[in-house]
């Protein structure tokens, strides 16, 4: 407001029917800066400003006789609804911080479960590149099914799971998965200590929106005793 006044002081008898002119931008930057109460108060302060300095004796009484409506009655109005309405969007710009900040909140909540869901779970998962078959994610379960550890696995090609031999087959399923979307079969680990584990794979592909294979999500549980329990029976 103070700078408004100096600039209104510096156009001097200029635009002497308007002694408002520089008061309008100081409000709204107010109201912009400060809200609704700086608004208010930087309105405040203008008409006084204008009153005492800008002002002549019967300016109003003027406007008055030529049917105009009276000038500070005027900027009144006008600088209240350039605080109303900016207040009001400042309202709106602070529900959408609100809203996007709970939205986050409730979106990393989420995750978190997603990943306590995959890191607990009592089955093997992991999830392997398509390109490269390097193992991109394996949560503990399935890095007890290999006999190393979470961090031994990342990185290194699924393949190395399966006795050389057995390998052309898993690459011709994941090959299927990669075709189709999805495969189930049986097959063996052979584990860094020499045992062999058969288990179950169920094989997930995750196409781009081209088609292209993105990634596989595997599944793997140990069937070691339907193994025995189907041996028994033959």
């Excluded at 006999?147 to 087959?169: D, F, K, M, W």
């Excluded at 794979?201 to 995750?206: A, F, H, K, L, P």
Aim: with cysteine.
């Amino acid at each position: 407001v103070g700078a408004a006044t100096l600039a209104r002081l510096a156009l001097g008898p200029l635009n002497f029917d308007m002694p408002f002119i520089t008061f309008y931008p100081a409000v709204i930057l107010a109201a912009l800066l400060g809200g609704t109460e700086s608004g208010l108060l930087a309105l405040m302060l203008a008409a006084v400003s204008a009153w005492c300095f800008f002002v002549p004796p019967g300016f109003s009484s003027r406007f008055e006789e030529l049917g105009l409506p009276n000038p500070m009655i005027l900027f009144a109005l006008i600088a209240v609804s350039n605080v109303a309405v900016i207040g009001a969007l400042h309202a709106a710009m602070a529900r959408c911080r609100d809203l996007n900040v709970a939205e986050r909140a409730r979106a990393a909540r989420e995750l978190q479960r997603l990943a306590d869901a995959l890191h607990n779970a009592a089955f093997g998962i992991a999830i392997v590149d398509a390109r490269t078959n390097a193992i991109e994610f394996a949560n503990p379960a399935f890095a007890d099914l290999r006999g190393t550890t979470v961090e031994q696995l990342r990185g290194t090609n699924i393949l190395g799971s399966y006795a050389a031999a057995e390998r052309p087959r898993v690459q011709a399923l994941l090959d299927t998965a990669d075709r189709t979307g999805r495969v189930t079969a049986e097959a063996e680990y052979v584990r860094p200590d020499g045992s062999v584990l058969p288990v179950q794979i169920d094989i997930t592909s995750v196409f781009d929106p081209t088609r292209a294979a993105l990634y596989r999500v595997g599944t793997v549980q140990d069937i070691t005793e339907r193994k025995r329990a189907e041996a028994m029976v033959a």
